[in-house]
């Protein structure tokens, strides 16, 4: 009787909590788990809230109501995306605006002022503002745009639109629009090589291109009929211009063109463009890379010269590179010029001669080392020697020669230009395409993959458990004594430790047993007697509440192959968790420690299937979301037994049930040699990056060495990975047993089951396919490995392998 009223009242303290509002008072704040939890302006045109860009990726934004996409206008942490879960906004006392994480870290903020906040409100312009309880703005989003202009918002000499890296993407791209020191309106490239102006045309002055760099007041707007004027006298006007009623925006779009845009007013929720700055967006500089050439013909596309190719597959900012090698000085009949017709790239002259033949022009280019090859106009004998080619696109009365040579590129230097892409791999995580990681690589999201989801978990836990003290203790009335009561009560499994019992148990922390990314280990001793390893965390700067709810998670994780987690504490700075101590140390000195002895064949075999029983659970039954991210020979420790048992869930990446694969965010640091192809690339993160691990650990077991020393330089590692798996699928295809003999652990002296042996190396292969989605699932990986017929498995295996051009023989 009772209950059910209480539940009613905790749910509408909670749902009216979160219900879309007009207002934002001081010290509320706005809370991403709810959707509902939006600032919408009086009109309903605009809302602001969190808006979601990747998994479990939120930015806060403001957008149009009834668009179709949600269009975004305006974004407070483009280039630092909070968490899905604890991130909040707030209106401090001191007159900020704060964005902070689900980590307590402030992602983005407005400046203190002196005055006292009164609310935040979004008005029906569009202009997210903090206003004083007399109604002067403190701050205003108009004043901080992003890639749009909304109408009466202006452009000043203060502020700069900065595009988007990618269509799709909200991080900061390339493109800016702004007034330069010449007080005139101007785009921009500013790339990671070069930048160049190419608004308004670049080949014209000032004047000629109908502006006036003697009005210092640098100040533009679009007013809300469509028409746009700036204080350097460009002005114009949208194609419906005189409606004040159409919702209008003027983005620098991803593509460096500047358009704006209509809300359609049959209300489809759609956008058309009614004017734009370049009529052909080849125009823009920097869209196809070095070397690149750009067509608008039927789409916009880029396209390489002949003899050149694409530097990175993935990504059309490195441009393209030259299949010959250019060594200067080159003799005449060495020099060839690739031509082509009508084209263009612009820039980077390093000499103009005029009225010359082309014989001359060609004569001047290869006298000069510094020259690249040469533009051509044909009727006026116009010659420009260019020292490097970009911004190229087709035009009517130029035509192109590029400097080449027989000579063909060292393959050598080939690969070493393709490890530099590679590296892309240490930058940590990333939204959207990869060519923001050639740039920016400000997120630090590592908190993405350990932290994501354990805070919805710590929710509905604080439910659950709160109806439960409400249940036994509800005539108490201190709340964090009672959670934690109330905690131990239901679960009584998984406690909190104080500091100066662990201090004790490990005898001041005086036994070091292990040290890791996250943290050093100590041996100790609990008052039950028994043994403990207690872990003390670095670098963790959540607070008690949200650490509690975290390790609570990971203490509910039990299976046997899995190191289980007794308690944690959390005092005043100190974070540690307490674990089951397992006593043979780790798989990594156990194989590949000298002064170890070497591991049996059994014991390999019984490692190889307890680690992918112990995978298989976090993937599968344990909620189905746990994965480990980091599965390696140091995280696997052994018990007397030599039974395994996976520890460190320091990197475990916690993942929405039935979310996964659905967008592309979230990258945190495996450990090279065995993180997976997709790591690279900007495929979505699942399980299957472990089961790739796993195909490392279980080669590592059989051969053991090291596989991962092979794979350690550059973009060798995934070839060296291929050429091995290449072989070892031939050899598995050839059938027979005898190969294997020669791939098995010579320390073993023969002594090994080769059905076994092949076996798993059937299933390493398979695991180490490149596509994740061909990969098994560990679930699958267990019955393979304990299952004697095994054919149809390994006929599907085959086809996961992707060889590539590469990839050829030993
Ligand atoms: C300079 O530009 C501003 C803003 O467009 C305008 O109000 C002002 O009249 C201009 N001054 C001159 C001298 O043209
Ligand atoms: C709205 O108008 C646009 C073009 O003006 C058209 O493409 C679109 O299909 C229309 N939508 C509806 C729902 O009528
Ligand atoms: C470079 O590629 C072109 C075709 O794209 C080919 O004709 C030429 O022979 C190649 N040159 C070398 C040195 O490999
Ligand atoms: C690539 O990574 C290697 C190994 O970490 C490093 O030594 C090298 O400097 C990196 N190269 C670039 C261009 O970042």
Redesign the pocket.
Known sequence: MFLPLLLLLLWLSLSSAYSPQSHLFRNSYLSVEDGASLLISQDKSFSSGFYRVGLNAYTFSIWFTDSADKTVVWTANRDKPVNGHGSRLTLLNNGAMALTDVDGTVAWSTAATSSVPDRALLRDNGNLVVEDSNGRILWQSFDSPTDTLLPSQPITKNTMLVSAIARGSFSSGYYGFYFDDSNVLRLKYDGPEISSVYWPNPDQTVWQNGRTIYNSSRYAVLDEKGSFLASDRFQFGAADEGKPWIKRKLTLDYDGNLRLYSLEENRSGLWSVTWQALLDTCQVHGLCGKNGICSSHEGLACYCP????MTDPSNWNSGCR???SLSCPLKQEEIEFIYLEHTDFWGFDIKVASGVSLDDCKRICMADCRCQGFSYKLGSGICYSKSVFYNGRATPYTDIYIK??????ATLKLLQHQSLVCNATQVAPTVGSSQMMMKKSSWNTIWICLYSLLAVIFAVEGLFISVGWWFIYSKEDDDHVLMAEGYKAISNQFRRFSYRELEKATRNFGEEVGRGGSGVVYKGVLENGMAAAVKKLEDVRQGDEEFWGEVSVIGRIYHMNLVRTWGFCSEDLHRLLVCEFVENGSLEKALFDPNYKPLGWKERFQIAVGVARGLAYLHHECLEWVIHCDVKPENILLDRNYEPKIADFGLAKLLNRGGAGSSNLSRIRGTRGYIAPEWASNLPITGKIDVYSYGVVLLELVSGSRVSDLVMKGVTEMMAMKKMCATLGRNLERGGENWVGGFVDLRLKGQFDSNQAVRMVKVAVSCLGEEGIRRPTMETVVQMLLSGDDQDFYSDATDSLQFSSFSTDT
């Open positions: 002949p003899g050149f190719e030259p299949n010959f080449s040579s027989r000579r063909p590129a």
